[in-house]
């Protein structure tokens, strides 16, 4: 019989729930995200994030942020994890970088980028 796989972190679990609950499709889409095995996850590096947005742009990344390559925008990153070198780039280039319970309490307008 194979493992289970999904989540197991009691808070990743606690805030998928909340994210359900919404019933906000963006909120949806971004639970489905975070159920995903870990596995099926890819890791999102600062400089894919810095091509495709905008200044003063709020994003949200379903998993992990990765600090491979040069931020040069104020960006607002609502992340599930945050690599140290990442945080770092982001706060220099002027930007926040946020968890996603954040998000959720903030309940704001945000592009995911996968």
Do not use: C
Request: hydrophobic share 35%; proline share 6%; net charge positive.
């Amino acid at each position: 019989m194979p493992k289970p796989t999904g989540p197991e972190n009691p808070e990743l679990k606690a805030l998928i729930e909340k994210l359900e609950k919404s019933k906000d499709q963006n909120y949806l889409a971004l639970a489905r995200h975070l159920s995903k095995a870990r596995r099926t996850k890819s890791e999102v590096n600062l400089d894919k994030i810095s091509k495709d947005a905008k200044d003063n742009e709020k994003i949200v990344v379903p998993s992990k942020v990765l600090g491979n390559g040069n931020i040069s925008k104020p960006l607002v990153i609502y992340a599930w994890q945050f690599s140290k070198s990442a945080k770092e780039k982001i706060i220099k280039a002027g930007g926040k970088p946020l968890g996603l319970s954040d998000f959720l309490k903030e309940k704001t307008a945000a592009r995911m980028i996968v």
